[in-house]
């Protein structure tokens, strides 16, 4: 079994919601990666403080139920919502806030925006 | 003019008639994530250039739409991701980072096989 470690995230500059507790479990070990151009930093940076695995969800899928946090670079308008639709905790690299069709479904609890590197902490 | 973009739809998500009645159409390119493509017009992209600007004319088969405001990671989102979030508001200037907006007017019906692109005039 993997030793596993919480993260506290809090939002970023001009952000919106959280903050979040991020604690992965072998039934949900990944740290999803929704952006462009591979894993993003933040999403290495959370798999490397709590031991999830870092998994780029463009290049391949999972099933949400593995999810222990998805991380989006979401300009505001589906991928901030597709994931708290489905109550997958979400991290958005950009500053944004609920806006369109799935605004219905974000909540303070499942996203945090504008995160950057410094906003992730252990959880001591 | 100039062809920037060029691109085919391959797919039509289910909650794509959700998002056209709110007067949004959200592309994405192939490869994007399973979860995703019931939001989404899917597309393949057979040409892409330069960044889109203020002015550029968005087609889709026969229908046309001058650019008004452009988000500031929205260049971002479509050279990585084929991912456009098109909005008919009419602003000219994007309320979220991701938007690409044109006027306020009826969106044209999407199939599978619709061309889409962008151009320079």
């Known amino acids: 079994m993997a030793d596993y470690k919480a993260v ?8 919106w919601g959280g903050p979040l507790t991020i604690l992965p479990t072998d039934e949900k070990p990944l740290i999803y990666s929704v952006t462009g151009g591979g894993i993003h930093p933040i999403a290495a940076r959370i798999a490397e403080l709590t031991g999830g695995e870092a998994f780029d969800g463009f290049s391949s899928s999972a099933p949400f139920e593995k999810i222990a946090v998805a991380v989006i670079d979401c300009g505001g308008t589906a991928r901030i919502g597709v994931y708290p639709m489905k109550k997958v905790k979400t991290v958005d690299i950009h500053a944004t806030s609920p806006a369109g069709p799935l605004a219905m479904f974000i909540t303070e609890e499942l996203l945090v925006s504008g ?3 410094d906003n992730i902490k252990p959880v001591e | 003019m100039t062809e920037l973009y060029q691109s085919t739809v391959t797919d039509i998500g289910e909650l794509v008639p959700a998002f056209i009645a709110e007067g949004m159409l959200v592309f994405f390119g192939e490869g994007a994530p399973e979860e995703l493509r019931d939001f989404c017009i899917m597309h393949e992209v057979s040409h892409k250039q330069d960044a889109l ?3 550029d004319v968005v087609f889709i088969d ?7 405001a452009v988000g500031d ?11 456009l979030n098109l909005k008919a508001n009419g602003n000219t200037e994007a309320d979220l980072p991701g ?3 044109i006027a306020e007017v009826e969106l044209p019906e999407i199939r599978v096989g619709t061309t889409f692109g962008i151009t320079r005039r």
Do not use: Q, S, T, Y
Request: with cysteine.
């Open chain 1, 8 to 15: 506290h995230i809090e939002k970023g500059p001009g952000g």
């Open chain 1, 115 to 117: 995160v950057k590197l």
């Open chain 2, 53 to 55: 600007k203020v002015g």
């Open chain 2, 62 to 68: 026969n229908f046309e739409a001058e650019i008004l």
């Open chain 2, 73 to 83: 990671v929205a260049n971002e989102n479509l050279m990585n991701l084929g991912h």
């Open chain 2, 99 to 101: 938007d690409v907006c």
